[in-house]
Protein backbone atom coordinates (compact mmCIF):
# COMPACT_ATOMS: atom_id res chain seq x y z
CA UNK A 1 0.00 0.00 0.00
CA UNK A 2 1.15 3.72 -0.72
CA UNK A 3 2.72 5.42 1.74
CA UNK A 4 3.78 8.57 3.13
CA UNK A 5 6.25 9.71 5.07
CA UNK A 6 7.16 12.81 6.95
CA UNK A 7 9.52 13.77 9.89
CA UNK A 8 8.01 13.98 13.52
CA UNK A 9 9.20 17.19 14.57
CA UNK A 10 10.37 20.27 12.61
CA UNK A 11 11.41 23.67 14.99
CA UNK A 12 11.40 27.35 13.46
CA UNK A 13 12.23 30.76 14.94
CA UNK A 14 9.42 33.37 15.09
CA UNK A 15 9.86 35.24 11.38
CA UNK A 16 11.62 32.24 9.82
CA UNK A 17 11.03 30.01 7.60
CA UNK A 18 9.41 26.68 8.43
CA UNK A 19 9.60 23.96 5.61
CA UNK A 20 8.08 20.67 5.67
CA UNK A 21 8.89 17.83 3.69
CA UNK A 22 6.54 14.94 2.72
CA UNK A 23 8.02 11.61 0.79
CA UNK A 24 5.83 9.22 -1.01
CA UNK A 25 6.77 7.21 -4.12
CA UNK A 26 6.09 9.10 -7.03
CA UNK A 27 3.98 11.71 -5.10
CA UNK A 28 4.92 14.20 -7.67
CA UNK A 29 2.31 12.82 -10.37
CA UNK A 30 -0.21 12.54 -7.83
CA UNK A 31 -2.15 16.13 -6.16
CA UNK A 32 -0.67 16.11 -2.73
CA UNK A 33 -2.88 18.47 0.28
CA UNK A 34 -1.60 19.78 3.37
CA UNK A 35 -4.00 20.28 7.13
CA UNK A 36 -3.34 21.97 9.75
CA UNK A 37 -4.22 20.59 13.17
CA UNK A 38 -4.33 22.57 16.81
CA UNK A 39 -4.83 20.74 19.70
CA UNK A 40 -8.57 20.05 20.41
CA UNK A 41 -9.54 21.42 17.06
CA UNK A 42 -10.41 19.63 14.00
CA UNK A 43 -7.90 19.65 10.96
CA UNK A 44 -7.97 22.72 8.45
CA UNK A 45 -6.67 22.67 4.81
CA UNK A 46 -3.75 24.95 4.61
CA UNK A 47 -2.87 23.77 0.78
CA UNK A 48 -4.58 21.68 -1.83
CA UNK A 49 -3.71 20.67 -5.44
CA UNK A 50 0.19 21.20 -4.12
CA UNK A 51 0.09 24.62 -4.87
CA UNK A 52 -3.21 26.24 -4.00
CA UNK A 53 -4.34 28.34 -0.96
CA UNK A 54 -8.06 28.01 -0.17
CA UNK A 55 -9.83 31.13 1.14
CA UNK A 56 -8.54 32.44 4.23
CA UNK A 57 -5.31 31.08 4.44
CA UNK A 58 -2.59 33.67 4.88
CA UNK A 59 0.06 34.02 1.93
CA UNK A 60 2.77 32.97 4.26
CA UNK A 61 1.44 29.35 3.57
CA UNK A 62 2.86 27.90 0.43
CA UNK A 63 3.42 24.66 -0.85
CA UNK A 64 5.47 22.36 -4.11
CA UNK A 65 5.35 18.96 -5.43
CA UNK A 66 7.78 17.41 -7.37
CA UNK A 67 9.39 14.30 -7.69
CA UNK A 68 9.18 11.82 -4.43
CA UNK A 69 8.46 14.51 -2.45
CA UNK A 70 5.78 17.36 -1.49
CA UNK A 71 6.61 20.21 0.78
CA UNK A 72 4.41 22.50 3.05
CA UNK A 73 6.64 26.29 3.22
CA UNK A 74 5.77 28.52 5.86
CA UNK A 75 6.97 31.99 5.31
CA UNK A 76 7.86 34.47 8.22
CA UNK A 77 6.55 31.96 10.64
CA UNK A 78 3.73 33.16 13.77
CA UNK A 79 3.37 31.77 17.11
CA UNK A 80 -0.13 30.75 16.26
CA UNK A 81 1.39 28.27 13.09
CA UNK A 82 2.54 26.36 15.94
CA UNK A 83 0.58 22.89 15.16
CA UNK A 84 0.64 19.17 13.55
CA UNK A 85 0.87 19.10 10.27
CA UNK A 86 -0.44 16.47 7.61
CA UNK A 87 0.19 16.18 4.15
CA UNK A 88 -2.36 14.09 2.36
CA UNK A 89 -2.86 12.35 -1.41
CA UNK A 90 -4.97 10.00 -3.38
CA UNK A 91 -3.80 6.80 -4.53
CA UNK A 92 -5.92 4.05 -6.27
CA UNK A 93 -9.09 5.58 -5.38
CA UNK A 94 -7.99 5.25 -1.42
CA UNK A 95 -6.89 8.61 0.55
CA UNK A 96 -3.33 8.31 2.08
CA UNK A 97 -2.07 10.66 4.91
CA UNK A 98 1.29 10.88 6.32
CA UNK A 99 2.01 10.49 10.03
CA UNK A 100 2.05 14.32 10.97
CA UNK A 101 4.65 16.79 11.64
CA UNK A 102 4.91 18.74 14.74
CA UNK A 103 5.82 22.19 13.95
CA UNK A 104 7.10 23.79 16.85
CA UNK A 105 7.58 27.97 16.83
CA UNK A 106 10.35 28.58 19.74
CA UNK B 1 -21.05 28.51 5.07
CA UNK B 2 -21.46 24.87 5.10
CA UNK B 3 -21.49 23.06 8.54
CA UNK B 4 -21.12 19.61 9.87
CA UNK B 5 -22.40 18.79 12.42
CA UNK B 6 -21.77 15.47 14.50
CA UNK B 7 -23.61 13.44 17.32
CA UNK B 8 -21.99 13.58 20.23
CA UNK B 9 -19.42 11.26 22.56
CA UNK B 10 -20.18 7.27 23.13
CA UNK B 11 -18.70 4.85 25.16
CA UNK B 12 -18.90 1.45 24.06
CA UNK B 13 -18.13 -1.83 25.36
CA UNK B 14 -15.88 -4.17 23.42
CA UNK B 15 -17.65 -6.13 20.83
CA UNK B 16 -20.51 -3.52 20.61
CA UNK B 17 -21.30 -1.42 17.44
CA UNK B 18 -21.29 2.52 16.95
CA UNK B 19 -23.14 4.54 14.35
CA UNK B 20 -21.99 8.19 14.03
CA UNK B 21 -23.63 10.83 12.28
CA UNK B 22 -23.39 13.96 10.42
CA UNK B 23 -25.46 16.70 9.94
CA UNK B 24 -25.29 18.66 6.78
CA UNK B 25 -26.29 22.51 6.86
CA UNK B 26 -26.91 24.40 3.43
CA UNK B 27 -28.37 23.26 0.12
CA UNK B 28 -25.46 21.07 -0.90
CA UNK B 29 -25.53 17.60 0.70
CA UNK B 30 -26.25 15.96 -2.39
CA UNK B 31 -23.43 17.44 -4.48
CA UNK B 32 -20.24 16.21 -2.57
CA UNK B 33 -18.63 13.17 -1.42
CA UNK B 34 -18.35 12.73 2.04
CA UNK B 35 -15.12 10.95 3.80
CA UNK B 36 -14.33 9.77 7.50
CA UNK B 37 -11.28 9.93 9.21
CA UNK B 38 -10.24 8.80 12.52
CA UNK B 39 -7.55 9.81 15.06
CA UNK B 40 -6.92 7.71 18.00
CA UNK B 41 -5.74 9.50 21.31
CA UNK B 42 -2.07 11.40 20.35
CA UNK B 43 -1.92 9.46 17.02
CA UNK B 44 -2.45 10.91 13.19
CA UNK B 45 -5.10 11.06 11.26
CA UNK B 46 -6.30 7.84 9.40
CA UNK B 47 -8.59 7.58 6.31
CA UNK B 48 -11.81 5.45 7.31
CA UNK B 49 -13.04 5.44 3.66
CA UNK B 50 -15.94 7.99 1.52
CA UNK B 51 -19.82 7.65 -0.03
CA UNK B 52 -20.70 9.35 -3.29
CA UNK B 53 -23.42 11.86 -3.70
CA UNK B 54 -26.13 9.65 -4.43
CA UNK B 55 -25.28 7.57 -1.71
CA UNK B 56 -25.47 4.51 -3.73
CA UNK B 57 -21.38 3.87 -4.17
CA UNK B 58 -18.84 3.72 -0.63
CA UNK B 59 -15.31 3.02 -0.82
CA UNK B 60 -14.05 1.72 2.50
CA UNK B 61 -10.18 1.39 3.60
CA UNK B 62 -8.63 -2.08 3.45
CA UNK B 63 -8.16 -2.30 6.69
CA UNK B 64 -11.69 -1.69 7.91
CA UNK B 65 -14.01 -3.69 4.81
CA UNK B 66 -16.01 -6.12 6.61
CA UNK B 67 -16.84 -3.81 10.12
CA UNK B 68 -17.77 -0.24 8.33
CA UNK B 69 -20.33 1.01 6.66
CA UNK B 70 -21.48 4.05 5.33
CA UNK B 71 -24.91 5.65 4.49
CA UNK B 72 -26.66 9.26 3.78
CA UNK B 73 -30.21 10.05 4.36
CA UNK B 74 -31.31 12.53 2.28
CA UNK B 75 -34.61 13.59 3.84
CA UNK B 76 -32.42 14.47 6.64
CA UNK B 77 -29.20 15.75 4.87
CA UNK B 78 -27.19 13.82 7.44
CA UNK B 79 -24.33 11.13 6.52
CA UNK B 80 -23.71 8.13 9.05
CA UNK B 81 -20.57 5.92 9.87
CA UNK B 82 -21.45 2.61 11.80
CA UNK B 83 -18.67 0.30 13.03
CA UNK B 84 -19.13 -2.57 14.50
CA UNK B 85 -17.42 -5.23 16.85
CA UNK B 86 -15.11 -2.60 18.54
CA UNK B 87 -11.94 -3.10 20.13
CA UNK B 88 -10.35 -0.74 22.38
CA UNK B 89 -7.76 0.16 19.52
CA UNK B 90 -10.79 1.53 18.13
CA UNK B 91 -10.59 4.54 20.48
CA UNK B 92 -10.33 7.48 18.87
CA UNK B 93 -11.95 10.70 17.82
CA UNK B 94 -13.91 10.13 14.41
CA UNK B 95 -14.50 13.00 11.87
CA UNK B 96 -16.36 13.70 9.08
CA UNK B 97 -15.52 15.77 5.74
CA UNK B 98 -16.43 16.82 2.69
CA UNK B 99 -14.29 16.55 -0.33
CA UNK B 100 -14.11 19.12 -3.10
CA UNK B 101 -12.44 18.58 -6.23
CA UNK B 102 -11.90 15.43 -8.73
CA UNK B 103 -11.29 12.25 -7.69
CA UNK B 104 -7.23 12.49 -7.81
CA UNK B 105 -7.11 16.42 -6.47
CA UNK B 106 -9.90 16.33 -3.87
CA UNK B 107 -9.51 18.08 -0.44
CA UNK B 108 -10.92 17.79 2.69
CA UNK B 109 -12.74 21.66 2.63
CA UNK B 110 -15.21 21.53 5.71
CA UNK B 111 -14.49 18.93 8.72
CA UNK B 112 -16.91 18.34 11.31
CA UNK B 113 -16.42 18.84 15.14
CA UNK B 114 -15.56 15.21 15.55
CA UNK B 115 -17.04 12.83 17.82
CA UNK B 116 -15.40 10.75 20.49
CA UNK B 117 -15.68 7.19 20.84
CA UNK B 118 -14.18 5.34 23.65
CA UNK B 119 -14.22 1.42 23.91
CA UNK B 120 -13.93 0.54 27.08
CA UNK B 121 -15.46 -2.56 29.37
Known amino acids: SYELTQPPSVSVSPGQTASITCFGD??????ACWYQQKPGQSPVLVIY???KRPSGIPERFSGSNSGNAATLTISGTQAMDEADYYCKAWDSSTVVFGGGTKLTVL | QVQLVQSGAEVKKPGASVKVSCKVS????????MHWVRQAPGRGLEWMGL????????TYAQKFQGRVTMTRDTSTSAVYMELSSLRSEDTAVYYCARAVGSSGSLAFDVWGQGTMVTVSS
Open chain 2, 51 to 58: IDPSGRST
Open chain 1, 49 to 51: QDT
Open chain 2, 26 to 33: GNTFTSYY
Open chain 1, 26 to 31: KLGDKY
